[in-house]
């Protein structure tokens, strides 16, 4: 689609791709920061998680406190990759936990496959991971 201008227009498919998109990177710093408010505000309120050797975590309030409770606000992520189209975006990265000594950090390859709502929020995550 284009518009009268000549610009391109997003359809709506690829607009919530887009928006899902920037959600999924911006959750990634929302938790490195450790700002859970903000990175509630990214959730649909039907989310749900699946995160390995965790139950289902439903709702943003779960999901939040996955996160705090599994040490995700407690290091860095780093995304390699990520991949989109239509509701669903995978992000490929490394995650640091950092160790109470220097040097005594932890680090754990992920894939986080994330279906997005009609608005583009996170509406459900699964994440995969090597040991």
């Known amino acids: 689609m284009f518009s009268q201008t000549g610009g391109a227009y997003l359809t709506p498919s690829e607009a919530v791709a887009t928006i899902g ?27 749900r998680f699946r995160y390995p050797g965790q139950p289902v975590s439903r709702g943003p309030a779960q999901v939040s406190a996955l996160m705090e ?17 239509g509701d669903t975006v995978a992000a490929i990265g490394r995650f640091t936990c950092e160790g109470e000594q220097p040097g005594n950090n932890r680090e754990t390859e992920f894939v986080d496959v994330f279906t997005l709502s009609e608005h583009g929020l996170l509406l459900s995550c699964r994440r995969f991971h090597g040991t």
């Open 21 to 47: 998109a920037e959600h999924v990177r911006l959750s990634y710093h929302y938790l490195d920061r450790a700002d859970m408010d903000g990175y509630a505000s990214l959730l649909d309120p039907e989310t």
């Open 69 to 85: 409770r599994s040490s995700y606000t407690l290091g860095r992520h780093s995304i390699f990759k990520m991949v989109s189209g």
